[in-house]
């Protein structure tokens, strides 16, 4: 089975500062059609989790362009260029390359 | 615009059963493979359930394996999860998913004597 590693697992920020969140899988994600198996999620404060990234680094519609996803293979990078307010939640990863998919422990982000 | 709207949940007896449903909308619901995934009070997302598009393959976590059943009726656009012999530890919000896409709201289970 995939293992999925999130570090840290816990970070506050002050608005207006970037923020970086790491993921690293056991096993390379990379399907042999070129897309990464890997998606960002965040969930915010009492609702259910909404898709940030998908396949490893493609905004999904309407996620503000400050998030962007980056790396192939087993090593994952969420950044968000300038924290606001409305970012605060618990950030995961997942991969759905092969059953079962899996999901990392989650980083709580706060604000300062 | 993607809509999941699961149904279904409640408290349930240890041994117990239960039938959640997803009702799927805005999107091609037969051309899709759809997840299952969990939240344990308190805890992070554990995924459950996957079948294809074609329903020709399913796949469990270990823990609900034989125990769990996902299914779906593309003819109603309605995913399901049958969960029988039901135990405390499977007590969460049960969220049906698209792929690298939207989630549902979830509905809760509560396995309790």
């Known amino acids: 089975d995939i293992v999925m590693s999130q570090s840290p697992l816990s970070l506050a920020v002050t608005p207006g500062e970037p923020a970086s969140i790491s993921c690293r899988s056991s096993?390379?994600?990379?399907?042999?059609?070129?897309?990464?198996?890997f998606d960002w999620y965040l969930q915010k404060p009492g609702q259910s989790p909404q898709i940030l990234i998908y396949?490893?680094?493609n905004r999904a519609s309407g996620v503000p362009d400050r998030f962007s996803g980056s790396g192939s293979g087993t090593d994952f990078t969420l950044k968000i260029s300038r924290v606001e307010a409305e970012d605060v939640g618990v950030y995961y990863c997942m991969q759905t390359l092969q059953p079962p998919s899996s999901f990392g422990q989650g980083t709580k982000l706060e604000i300062k | 615009q993607v809509q999941l709207v699961e149904s279904g949940g409640g408290v349930v007896q240890p041994g117990g059963s239960l039938r959640l449903a997803c009702s799927a909308s805005?999107?091609?619901?037969?051309?899709?493979?759809m997840h299952w995934v969990r939240q344990a009070p308190g805890k992070g997302l554990s995924w459950v359930a996957f079948i294809q598009n074609d329903g020709s393959n399913r796949y469990y976590a270990e823990s609900v394996k034989g125990r769990f059943t996902i299914s779906r009726d593309d003819s109603s656009n309605t995913l399901y999860l049958q969960m029988s012999s039901l135990r405390v530890e499977d007590t969460a919000i049960y969220y049906c998913?698209?792929?690298?896409?939207?989630w549902g709201q979830g509905t809760l289970v509560t396995v309790s004597s």
């Open positions: 396949l490893g680094s």
């Open positions: 805005g999107f091609p619901f037969s051309n899709y493979g």
């Open positions: 998913a698209k792929p690298h896409d939207r």
């Open positions: 096993q390379s994600l990379l399907n042999s059609n070129g897309y990464n198996y």
